[in-house]
T-cell receptor, first 112, second 115 residues
Framework: SQTIHQWPATLVQPVGSPLSLECTVE??????LYWYRQAAGRGLQLLFY??????ISSEVPQNLSASRPQDRQFILSSKKLLLSDSGFYLC???????????FGDGTRLSIL | GEDVEQSLFLSVREGDSSVINCTYT??????LYWYKQEPGAGLQLLTY?????DMKQDQRLTVLLNKKDKHLSLRIADTQTGDSAIYFC???????????????FGQGTELSVKP
């Protein structure tokens, strides 16, 4: 069966520090991968999606970037965090055929 | 616009039925989803319905889809305290043909189940 792992679960970082969140999927090949952010107001916003290695699309302009160095690895990064980057970050995967997206357990990021 | 809309709160008594409503915007959405989020956790896929269906039942869950009104509902029968969570509906927007779609989420409905 397929599983998705995100880490760390919780992160507290100072403003201006770098960020690296990692997501890996097991049990499937060539998945679509997604990064979402859930702000305090509950809504989820798609940040990045990837349909293959080194193929990243950005949905909204922001202080973050994403990379997919391997088929089942998706990384969310920032060179300098802003206070507004605080939130709950969720990684998800789906198959190519427009099937449901399955989410990881999320990373809660607090910026001080 | 892109908005998927849900009421923010719903309170029911244990054993009653809960009905969570959602309106969406894109009539070409192929799949519509219901996700459940418990405090501090990720999103758990509860159920989904394909756009050519009117109803789908899965144990205590019943999904109704009214395409004409772009209205989706989730009914939970015999609601239990363990059902307390935030429920999100989501519609699919195709990104690239046959490459999958992004999800547009509603704001979530917080279901509170009182004993």
């Amino acid at each position: 069966s397929q599983t998705i792992h995100q880490w760390p679960a919780t992160l507290v970082q100072p403003v201006g520090s770098p960020l690296s969140l990692e997501c890996t999927v097991e049990g499937t090949s060539n998945p679509n991968l997604y990064w979402y952010r859930q702000a305090a107001g509950r809504g989820l916003q798609l940040l990045f999606y990837s349909i293959g290695i080194d193929q990243i699309s950005s949905e909204v302009p922001q202080n973050l970037s994403a990379s997919r160095p391997q088929d089942r690895q998706f990384i969310l990064s920032s060179k300098k965090l802003l206070l507004s980057d605080s939130g709950f970050y969720l990684c998800a995967w789906s198959t190519k055929s427009n099937q449901p997206q399955h989410f990881g357990d999320g990373t809660r990021l607090s910026i001080l | 616009g892109e908005d998927v809309e849900q009421s923010l709160f719903l309170s029911v008594r244990e054993g009653d039925s809960s009905v969570i409503n959602c309106t969406y915007t894109d009539s070409s959405s192929t799949y519509l989803y219901w996700y459940k989020q418990e405090p501090g956790a990720g999103l758990q896929l509860l159920t989904y319905i394909f756009s050519n269906m009117d109803m789908k039942q899965d144990q205590r869950l019943t999904v109704l889809l009214n395409k004409k009104d772009k209205h989706l509902s989730l009914r939970i029968a015999d609601t239990q305290t363990g059902d307390s969570a935030i429920y999100f509906c989501a519609e699919t927007r195709i990104m690239i043909y046959n490459q999958g779609g992004k999800l547009i989420f509603g704001q979530g409905t917080e279901l509170s189940v009182k004993p």
